[in-house]
């Protein structure tokens, strides 16, 4: 399963971790966020795609000065990336009109710091979650190691045993 996410990661575009997308469910499109955005980026983002659609949110982008994290952000057709899963972990409302695809790796820092950014933005009720496995070995010789066990956990405990686990990774 860890090569699978990787993989479903790579033919949705990411390059490195964090590599996140926020899906809007009803209005059909995605925002790719490049790394480990700070909230405000992300709340901004969340707030025009409640609001609006996929137009917003690319005259959003489109507007942002080249100093603002807005600019880049790239708005993309849902067709582009691989959508919310079945046997996909979530965190947050499953009903949830927007959700966060993160990809990632638990020895990055960056990826622990965005954890929680987007932990922030489910207790806030504006996203659910969904947590993909990115390891790069290349730079963290134990990720896929962990992984694997992280999805073990939640194949073992269920949805709350695989989050348990990765904050568990992410936040210490």
């Known amino acids: 399963k860890v090569d699978r996410e990787a993989d479903m990661g790579q033919k949705s575009g990411i390059r490195g971790t964090p590599g996140n997308h926020l899906l809007d469910t009803q209005d059909n499109f995605a925002v790719f966020v490049p790394g480990a955005f700070p909230y405000e980026t992300l709340d901004t983002m969340v707030g025009v795609m409640a609001e609006g659609d996929k137009a917003a949110a690319e005259a959003a982008v ?3 000065d080249a100093e603002d994290p807005l ?21 947050g409302d499953r009903d949830s009109a927007i959700y966060l695809i993160e990809y990632s790796d638990y020895d990055c820092p960056f990826c622990g710091r965005f954890h929680a950014t987007s932990q922030q933005l489910v207790d806030e009720g504006k996203i ?4 993909r496995q ?3 070995p290349q730079l963290h010789p134990d990720a896929e190691t962990k992984s694997a066990a992280a999805i073990c956990a939640g194949d073992l405990g269920g949805n709350d045993a695989f989050w348990d686990f990765s904050d568990a990774l992410l936040l210490n």
């Open 134 to 136: 990115f390891p790069l």
């Open 128 to 131: 659910a979650w969904i947590y």
């Open 62 to 64: 489109a507007n942002a």
């Open 71 to 91: 600019a880049q952000l790239q708005v993309l057709d849902i067709s582009e990336i691989e959508g919310i899963k079945d046997n996909d972990f979530v965190r």
